[in-house]
Structures are given as structure tokens and as C-alpha cells.
């Protein structure tokens, strides 16, 4: 297979763990005789620094003439310390979602049996965890207009959402729950919120198109607490952008370490595969960020083309670099691999070639 990539490694650890993604995908090009091609452009605060924006016109046509994209992360403390700032790295990143209508974000969460002792979560609650949520991307309070008045003693931002973007990914969510354990959980505030109302009507006419899938409801305030007290009962958790973007990063708690995380966001056109993980300028060229969030990412790109036995290879050579603890320091303190190590050793187990570290 022949793919373009664009990749948008973006600011602060982005570069360093997506130049190892690459490095995976590389690998998996080696071995399966698949052709990766990549191409550059910049996203978030790099963008604004080189071009003033933070989706220049550039990255955004040539992620629309790609097949798909690879990024890394956005942001830096100069705008999180200053957040009226009108010119925002976060706004390249919603705004690429919205042009390619990536409206899904697919973010898995499994429990790795070698890292159990990292999270502060007991074993026992932990114990064949495997859910996946899926975070409608392209609507809700992240989209809806928002306004402040002049003095700024007033804000607003408005949550909206109609009924087909609900259907979309809402289907996705049912066709995900068939091939797994087929039960979704729909997480919303319905008992306050009019979308919520919307969404459970939405979803529940099209739950009857999947009769053999299980539906169930929870408010996400008891969403966040039964994540941590019994992870273990989600199979399909389905929510809106906001809550799906605080629920997964609470959710990573289960894995030990953000780090792990990866995700795919998934239009009818584009397709974009990036770790949960932000930013961390504070470990920027350290060769200490985890790249496996980003490789698992790719495992998921591949899924994504079909690649299944490819992303399989992925996803095995990051389990024995977690088992045999080729890990960076946010899962074990006094490791003495890297960045590169870990990326390397990963690359080097899909070619299945010589571990020249772990020796
Ligand atoms: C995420 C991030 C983004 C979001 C930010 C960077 C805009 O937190 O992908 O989860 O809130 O969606
Ligand atoms: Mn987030």
C-alpha cells in the first residue's frame, strides 16, 4: 500500500515522539513492503511563530490532499499563561477538525498487566480493563458561538448540537460495540442539559439498528466516579466533545501514564491519528516524553487502512517493550531508556532485528 502522511509534529514534545511514530511506521513499510511518504507542515504555536497563524493556509491543503495525517502536539506556556491571548496554538488544531470534519475521536483504554503498580488505581479495580470513548469532535461548547460583552464582566459560550451530528457518531459508536463487547454507554447530563435530551433520543432511536448491542445511560458526573470505582463495566462509552475530553484524560489514570495514550479522529473524508498527550514543553528535547502514545497511534492508523496485521505488529512490539521495561521515566522513575530508546527498540522489534539497547 502507498500512503501519503502529513505529518504535523506541532510544539513542544510533538516533534521528538512523532519522529519515533515515523520511525515505527517505517518499520512496518520494511517488513510488509508498504510505501509511507511524509510531508511536513506546521500546526499551533510553531505555525503562529513562522507564519502568524496557527493553521496556515499551507498545512490545511495539504492535509486536505493527503490520506491521512499524523500529529504530534500543540501549545505553550507563553498562551497558557496568557489566556486572552486572540491568537491561540489550540485554535489550529479545532479548527483543523472542523475543515476536514474529523467528528470522531477514538480514544482506547486498556489496562497493560506490566504497569499495573503505576497507577494509583488498585489491581484488583484495574484488573481487564478495555473500553474505548467516543468524543464527538466537531460540535457542543466547543464550537457554539461564544461571546463576552465590552468591559469583559460577561462570557458565554453556547452548546449546540443537532441531530445529525449526533447520528454520525453515534453509529460509529454501535458498529464499534458489535465487534467488541457490544454495550454502549451513553454519558450526558440529561437530567439538566437540553443537548443531552437530544442526544439520548438520537441515540436511543438508533440503538434499535443494532438490537444485539447493549445501551445504558449514565450522567457524566457519576461517569467520572464509576471510571475509577468500576472501569472494568465500559465497553462503548459515547459523549459529547466536552465531556469526552475530560473523561479520557481522567480515564488515562488507568493505563499509568498519559503517555500510553493514543487517538484517532475520523471524518467521511480525512483521518488524523495524534497522542492525548499535550504539549509537556517542560520536557522538550529531554528525550524523556514516552513515545508510545504516539506509536500507538500509528497501530491505529494502520487499523485504519485495514492494515490489520501490521497494526497488530505495532501494538506487539510496544507490549514487549513494556514488558521487558524499555519504558521511559513517567513509568519508571530510574529508567535509563529514552525517548529514542524506546522508539528504536520498538522499531527494531517490528523488524524483528537485534535489540541493541535492551542488552
Ligand atoms: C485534546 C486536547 C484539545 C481538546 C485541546 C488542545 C484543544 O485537550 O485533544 O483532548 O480540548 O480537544
Ligand atoms: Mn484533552
Known amino acids: 500500500m502507498n500512503l501519503k502522511i502529513a505529518v504535523l509534529s506541532g510544539d513542544g514534545i510533538g516533534p521528538e515522539v512523532t519522529m519515533q511514530a515515523k520511525k515505527a511506521l517505517n518499520a ?134 443537532n441531530e445529525s451530528e449526533i447520528a454520525k457518531i453515534t453509529h460509529l459508536a454501535f458498529k464499534a460495540a458489535q465487534a467488541r463487547r457490544k454495550k454502549v454507554t451513553l454519558v450526558d447530563k440529561a437530567n439538566v442539559l437540553e443537548t443531552s435530551r437530544l442526544w439520548r433520543r438520537v441515540v436511543t432511536e438508533i440503538a434499535t439498528d443494532y438490537p444485539e448491542v447493549e445501551l445504558n445511560f449514565l450522567y457524566v458526573d457519576n461517569a467520572a466516579m464509576q471510571i475509577i470505582l468500576n472501569p472494568r463495566q465500559f465497553d462503548v462509552l459515547l459523549t459529547d466533545n466536552l465531556f469526552g475530553d475530560i473523561l479520557s484524560d481522567e480515564a488515562s489514570v488507568i493505563s499509568g501514564s498519559i503517555g500510553l495514550m493514543a487517538s484517532a479522529s475520523i471524518g467521511d473524508y480525512h483521518s488524523l491519528f495524534e497522542p492525548i498527550h499535550g504539549c509537556y514543553t517542560e520536557a522538550k528535547d529531554k528525550n524523556i516524553a514516552n513515545p508510545i502514545a ?41 529508567s535509563r531508556f529514552g525517548t529514542n530508546e524506546v522508539g528504536d527498540f520498538i522499531a527494531n522489534h517490528i523488524m524483528d532485528a537485534e535489540d541493541l539497547y535492551f542488552k
Open 294 to 334: 504516539s506509536i500507538l497511534s500509528v497501530a491505529m492508523l494502520l487499523e485504519h487502512f485495514g492494515l490489520f496485521e501490521e497494526a497488530k505488529k505495532v501494538i506487539a512490539a510496544v507490549e514487549t517493550a513494556i514488558s521487558n521495561q524499555v519504558v521511559t521515566v513517567d513509568l519508571k522513575v530510574d
Open 28 to 161: 512496518i513499510g520494511v517488513v510488509y513492503n508498504h510505501e509511507f511518504v511524509f510531508e511536513d507542515a506546521y500546526i499551533g504555536a510553531i505555525a503562529i511563530e513562522k507564519t502568524g497563524k496557527p493553521l496556515p493556509d499551507q498545512t490545511l491543503n495539504l492535509c486536505r490532499n493527503t490520506d491521512c495525517i499524523l500529529f504530534g502536539a500543540i501549545g505553550d506556556p507563553i498562551y497558557d499563561n496568557n489566556p486572552t491571548a486572540k491568537v491561540r496554538p489550540e485554535q489550529g488544531l479545532l479548527k483543523l477538525r472542523k475543515e476536514l470534519g474529523l467528528y470522531a475521536n477514538i480514544r482506547p483504554i486498556k489496562a497493560y498487566p506490566h504497569l499495573m503498580s503505576s497507577s494509583p488505581i488498585k489491581k484488583e479495580v484495574l484488573d481487564g480493563t478495555d473500553f474505548v470513548v467516543y468524543r464527538e469532535l466537531n460540535g457542543g461548547l466547543y464550537f457554539g458561538k461564544k461571546t463576552t460583552n465590552e468591559t469583559e464582566t460577561y462570557a458565554s459560550d453556547l452548546c449546540e448540537y
